[in-house]
């Protein structure tokens, strides 16, 4: 048991935060023998964020290739590196990226990406919350979807194994998935109670091009072929219409929006958060990689999608420190389908602990306005993930050992 | 004397770094015996960074007004809250801004505020460099005028005295100073050999109702009185012409761009920093003040800087990692007239070490793409201000003072 005493608690006044196992059972005036007490004079506790959108082990890549275009980007830097990705890349990359998620904050990301066993299993090691799918492309070719399916299909049952890890499938995108490749995703994420992890409407082009094969949208087509559910977190969600939005409001498909990557990509507009919102849409933010962000932390990623927002759609109270906050817990719990996402008693006891004397907290007017316009990971005092303390004093066990791995494997994946 | 040993220079191979008095002395394999040696074996050695434009000790207001029309923002939060500024508040506030910045690598701020005495004693006393000016404002009133002058020429007398403080004029807008007043700054500014701060272009309105008034453009307008030279610090400098881009260029006119700020309030466009680029214009940045940042955060805002003009300008070229460091270290040295900016020989010794082993920098590819896209202000481990080192081991001394005096000042400011 722990027992959390005397903290700021968001929305609520001071109080004691009790842990037992790996929930939180009660908050209030507790008083309680516990074997561990954390004094939080100085603290806020805030829920843990969730990342609904990352590709955890290019973390390797960071700062290797920024200020190209995207073709250029892709095919001479990133793909050629990626050729050299294995397991043991991935693996380390995925334990730096967890640690440098865990030390900001983030209790919870949502991965897709190569060899998922492994980044499952430097997951698990870090103690971090997961969800986690391998990526899939048949690039329109049968055999290479049946190859596929059935790689993911032993993943998943893999994944599951993992008791903080939940599996999804993941289809990476139109543009290189077949619609029948996506329906059958659609199929495996239903068996195995699996969620699916999508990349959609990213550009404008990706949207043009679609339209043109198949002479409808991609939303339209995607709901015929059954592939809209509540399962779905649809990553990037940009170039939609109205009508559009309104169908993935139906299906209660989950969206990650990416600012900071859609800024540094250039994807030419921001979402529709406004409309989504309308709608009813379940709305997530997420760091995407950090080749294209360049660090995780979710304080951050909350300010830049508060400030795209306002800038882009002329409105300063759009998109407000609340709301924002939300989109980087309960919502996220939700989309996930965790019983976490706020400090309250029967809640996953997924806890970050927040230096109120930290000067970007200081002087502390309101605190969610400080978290999202002002915080950075520096903040992070202690996290609680599960019901276990997994960072203390901002510090992660053995981080330093992850740091010297990751220097070596990420030279020598772009040597040459 | 100081040596800064084994440490990653940026451009440049490892090296040792001599400061004597106020000044690097040697760079490279030098060896000596100084009082001090820093261990720089896992830190990079990069010039302190300049934050062209802030309002200090709004850091009082952080976080108590967010998410608000920009009208409504000042009519009902900001100035109640400033009309009850004193000089206490100014100084504590003003020291808190210091510390932050100076803890996030910042040694060197270009201030406009009320009491700017009290502003540059709180400077002075934490030891960082700054550039000061007193906010001037005249509402086209004769006798405010005058009063103001009188002031402004008095405090930039006393800010002089200051060893490490650049004293400035500061005309607060078109919109909230007579032309007139304009022009006696500007003498002012010449007859003191001061600098000039100055809200320029920041929203369509101000652009609009100027030339509705005087029948002329604000750039014009400013050059036919002569208020147009390298002394003129502008800030914001968004809703510009082409042509007055480059009139601001042949005047030599150093522009201090605010994005983050510029994003929250909602300006509604980005600066043009291209045909600045290309005409020549010295383009710096700066946070603006916390009230619509929320921080004073130089890594961030170089990031902020980037990002939006790849976003707006639908380029991701645009603004390169290079391009947009030189903004906060190169271009600003020349825009305050300082030998610095620079780890050299021969340049003042304000230097910033960074730690490489900090996960944001890690694997570390490329140390400028790191330092804009990644930073944050707690990869900062120890700054060095005119030769004397202010912050080390990401500490400094006496904060928590500041921080508790902060907090009371600030309850009160905005009580009732």
């Known amino acids: 048991m722990i027992l959390i005493r005397n903290a700021r608690i968001l929305g609520k006044e001071k109080g004691n935060i009790l842990v037992e196992d790996n929930k939180i059972v009660a908050v209030g005036d507790i008083v309680d023998k516990s074997d561990v007490v954390i004094d939080a004079e100085n603290l806020a506790a805030i829920p843990g964020l969730f990342n609904s959108h990352t590709h955890a082990a ?55 990406y190569f060899f998922s066993e492994e980044v499952a299993r430097a997951a698990s090691e870090c103690g971090i919350r997961a969800c986690i799918a391998s990526a899939f492309f048949d690039f329109f070719n049968k055999d290479l979807l049946e190859e596929n399916i059935k790689r ?31 329906k059958r995703s659609a199929e495996i994420a239903e068996k195995y109670d699996a969620l699916i992890h999508f990349h959609l409407a990213e550009t ?74 309308e709608f009813g849409v379940n709305f997530c933010i997420g760091t995407d990689s950090a080749a294209s962000n360049n660090n995780l932390d979710m304080f951050e990623e909350m300010r830049f999608a508060a400030l795209l927002q306002k800038f882009y759609y002329n409105d300063p109270t ?24 706020e400090i309250a008693e029967g809640k996953l006891a997924d806890i970050v602990l ?45 981080e330093e050992e992850v740091v010297e791995k990751v220097k070596k494997i990420a030279l020598d994946l772009v040597k040459g």
């Open 58 to 112: 290019m973390v390797l890549f960071r700062g290797y290739a920024d200020d190209m275009k995207l073709h250029e980007w892709l095919q001479k830097k990133i793909w050629p590196a990626e050729a050299k990705l294995n397991a043991k890349a991935v693996y380390w990359g995925t334990k730096l990226a967890c640690i440098e998620m865990l030390k900001g904050g983030t209790t919870f990301f949502n991965d897709m």
């Open 152 to 182: 993911v299909e032993k993943e998943v049952k893999e994944i599951k194994k993992n008791p903080l890890i939940l599996p999804a499938v993941g289809p990476h995108a139109v543009y290189t998935v077949s619609l029948e490749g996506l």
């Open 204 to 277: 404008e082009k990706e949207v043009v091009d679609f339209k043109r094969k198949h002479g409808e949208g991609i939303v339209k087509t995607l709901d015929n072929i059954g592939f809209l559910s509540e399962r779905l977190v649809a990553a990037h969600s940009v170039w939609l219409e109205k009508n559009e939005i309104e169908i993935l409001a139906k299906r209660k498909v989950n969206v990650a929006h990416c600012p900071t990557s859609n800024m540094k990509l250039c994807v030419g507009k921001a979402i529709d958060y406004r409309s989504m919102r």
């Open 318 to 341: 759009l998109m407000k420190a609340e709301e924002v906050f939300d989109t980087a817990t309960k919502n996220a719990a939700k989309a996930f389908r965790l019983n976490a996402g």
């Open 354 to 398: 927040v230096n109120l004397d930290n000067l970007n907290l200081v002087p502390g007017h309101n605190l969610i306005s400080d978290l999202v316009y002002s915080a950075n990971s520096s903040c992070v005092e202690t996290v609680i993930v599960d019901g276990k303390i997994v960072v203390e004093n901002g510090y992660f066990e053995g």
